[in-house]
C-alpha cells in the first residue's frame, strides 16, 4: 500500500485531506508540523509521498521539510501545498506544487503525474 506523509497545521484541513486519501486507498499518517515530521522520517523511512503545506508553525517550513525528506528518503515525492503566492518555481523532478484551495481530485491527479505507486 501506498504511504503518505500527510503534513497540514490546520486541523479541519488534515483532517478531511486524511479522510479523503484514506477513501482512495492510501495509507496516511496526519502530522501538524513539519518539526513532528522530520523526526517521524528519521524514524520511518518508508513513506512513498510527502504532502505538505509550505507555511507552518516551528523551526521547520515545508521547503525544508521536502529538502530533509529527500536526502533521508531519495525515492520519495513531495506536493508542496500553499495558500499563499510561494508555490515553487525551481521543483525537482519528483516534487509538484498546488495552491489551496484544491480538490481532493487534483491532489489524485498530481500523485498519478508523480508515479507514485508504479
Do not use: N
Request: aromatic share 6%; hydrophobic share 40%.
Amino acid at each position: 500500500m501506498i504511504r503518505i506523509l500527510l503534513v497540514e497545521d490546520e486541523m479541519l484541513l488534515r483532517e478531511l485531506m486524511f479522510e479523503e486519501l484514506s477513501e482512495s486507498g492510501y495509507a496516511v499518517t496526519p502530522i501538524a508540523t513539519a518539526d513532528e515530521a522530520l523526526r517521524l522520517i528519521e524514524k520511518d523511512k518508508a513513506f512513498d509521498l510527502l504532502l505538505t503545506d509550505i507555511r507552518m508553525p516551528g523551526e521547520t517550513d515545508g521547503w525544508g521539510l521536502g529538502r530533509r525528506a529527500r536526502q533521508v528518503i531519495p525515492a520519495i515525492r513531495v506536493i508542496y501545498a500553499s495558500g499563499y503566492s510561494d508555490q515553487g518555481s525551481d521543483l525537482y523532478a519528483h516534487e509538484r506544487s498546488i495552491k489551496k484551495p484544491f480538490r481532493h481530485e487534483q491532489i489524485l491527479g498530481l500523485i498519478a503525474d508523480l508515479g507514485v505507486g508504479r
